[in-house]
């Protein structure tokens, strides 16, 4: 039984360290996805610190239902199907696992659980370059991953690892998305660039991509995923979910632009020589 079969697109949010808002970017974008149309789900792929159910808002002991002894059922949240390692143990666990029970754990959930006829399933990878991205580059056909970054330095520097591992992997870079960019002031309305500028447009450029959203650093944001109800659910209309609406447009633009490429012809150059 292949699980994955239905889904139309697996796409990865990566990103070379912790702390860049990878997890806020995955489940926002998913959110807007859904929002525009598409039919989504969301794994949460980060075993050791699973934190889409608390983004979600899903409540806490809530446990996917069991079908035929190994299948789950995907935990719906915001019109979202979602699985974490979180709806499966104790938010206070501490998963001290090797490397093979990790990739087997991801494994399970991405193969046991019964997506739908999804249009995008958004994978929340863990941090770095580790088993779980190769594991996983290694044993689907990914539609391509994106790649979360602040604009400091020492994001971008780690950011950079993150690319050549899928394109060691050759996995379709999709772009790059700089979150945290500006932050403007609630009182007196000053714009600033707390992280930094230009590094995303730089990071982009150095590997042929585009940046494909650029976010603001908000509080809003933050207070909102904490409290189970995402930006996108609590202030649609607003200016900070109409970025990760041009994220969620800029993403669906590339796939179909891969898409494209990958169906056009090859051609036959003949010359005389």
Not at 56 to 81: C, F, W
Not at 131 to 137: E, G, K, N, T, W
Not at 166 to 184: A, C, I, T
């Amino acid at each position: 039984m292949d699980n994955l079969a239905s889904i139309k697109h697996l796409i990865c949010i990566a990103s070379g360290k912790g702390g860049v808002g990878k997890s806020t970017t995955a489940v926002n974008l998913a959110i807007a996805l859904q929002q525009q149309g598409f039919k989504v789900g969301l794994l949460d792929a980060d075993i050791y610190g699973p934190s889409q159910p608390l983004m979600l808002g899903v409540r806490s002991g809530t446990r996917p239902k069991i079908v035929d002894g190994q299948y789950m059922e995907p935990v719906v949240a915001h019109n979202i199907e979602s699985n974490s390692m979180g709806y499966l143990v104790e938010g206070s666990t501490a998963m001290v696992w090797r490397a093979p029970m990790i990739v087997g754990a991801f494994n399970q959930m991405l193969r046991n659980t019964l997506w739908s006829d999804l249009d995008y399933l958004i994978i929340d990878m863990p941090p770095g370059t580790g088993d779980i991205q190769l594991s996983l580059s290694q044993s689907v056909k990914l539609t391509g991953a994106v790649i979360v970054t602040t604009p400091q330095d020492v994001a971008l520097l780690d950011a950079r690892k993150g690319i050549e591992m899928f394109r060691k992997v050759d996995v379709p870079l999709l772009g790059v998305v700089e979150n945290m960019g500006v932050h403007v002031c609630s009182s007196c309305g000053h714009a600033e660039a707390i992280f930094g500028e230009g590094g995303g447009q730089q990071l982009a450029h150095d590997y042929g991509v585009s940046v494909i959203g650029s976010l603001p650093l908000d509080l809003s944001i933050r207070e909102h995923t904490d409290a189970g109800t995402p930006i996108l659910i609590a202030h649609p209309d607003g200016t900070v979910a109409s970025a990760y609406h041009d994220l969620a447009r800029s993403l669906v633009a590339r796939v179909a632009e891969l898409e494209r490429e990958s169906s056009s012809p090859a051609s036959i150059s003949v010359t005389d020589d």
